[in-house]
């Protein structure tokens, strides 16, 4: 069984709605959606581009996956998560963009938000003291991986590679395309699918804990849990980031051991 800790819009939202329509589908209700069809796209490969961020829902991952400690509870990492919340204020996050990272593409902020930032490095400190170290399987993943000196020392120290300086705030939405023509194919859909919704105000007020039940399936919401207080306006850059976003900044971005 492993957890994340991660942010969803309101399952009321237009862009949770479209996520899971695109994802086919919605890890909150843990249910297969409807997807739309696209003319340039075969439904059979579109479901296989989507196979890896459909198993973990329309997400942007903060802290995680991981496997509880031995001796650790869900009760109390919920516990932990509750109280973590209610000390946090929300966060107006600046418009989200399809882009590419690494090769796949994901949905993003267009300029990288300095409180986001904070938030999720708070949460992987935060939350260590519950996380199982990796597996000699799950660790020979990740460093089969090409890795820089820094991925490598947050993997060997925190679990995961992409975490402070090396992290990323997104939604995943496909697999890595490598093929040109495909990708262009895939980016037309996705601007036709989603370009409605990228405009929309969107505010991180909330993290929601997430749990793949067993090894093989989908990992499904457990918790939402709101953050008190008025929000905090989005911030137009953080010091260590350009204020535009780079393709393919992290190779092997999507590291989530099995």
Request: with cysteine; glycine share 6%.
């Amino acid at each position: 069984m492993r957890y994340a800790i991660s942010h969803a819009p309101a399952a009321v939202a237009a862009l949770w709605q479209a996520g899971c329509q695109w994802l086919g589908r919605d890890g909150l209700a843990d249910r297969a959606v409807v997807r739309p069809r696209f003319p340039d796209l075969d439904p059979a490969l579109l479901n296989e581009l989507t196979r890896v961020p459909g198993h973990y829902g329309f997400q942007a991952t903060l802290a995680g996956p991981f496997r509880l400690k031995p001796g650790c509870t869900e009760a109390e990492l919920v516990d932990a998560l509750i109280d973590f919340a209610g000390r946090q204020r929300p966060i107006d996050l600046p418009p989200l963009t399809i882009a590419r990272l690494d090769d796949f593409f994901c949905l993003r902020p267009v300029r990288h938000s300095q409180p986001v930032q904070v938030l999720a490095s708070l949460c992987v400190r935060h939350f260590d003291r519950f996380r199982a170290p990796l597996s000699p399987s799950e660790m020979a993943r990740c460093r089969a991986a090409r890795l820089n000196g820094y991925e490598r020392k947050n993997l060997a120290l925190w679990g995961h590679p992409y975490v402070f300086e090396e992290f990323r705030f997104h939604y995943p939405l496909t697999a890595h395309i490598l093929e040109a023509t495909l990708a262009s194919r895939v980016q037309a859909a996705l601007h036709a699918h989603f370009a409605s919704r990228l405009d929309l105000p969107l505010t991180l007020d909330s993290l929601c804990l997430f749990v793949e039940p067993e090894p093989g399936r989908p990992f499904r919401g457990l918790h939402a849990l709101p953050f008190p207080g008025p929000s905090r306006p989005p911030e137009d850059h953080c010091d260590h980031n350009p204020p535009h976003l780079p393709q393919n900044v992290s190779s092997g971005y999507e590291c989530h051991p099995a």
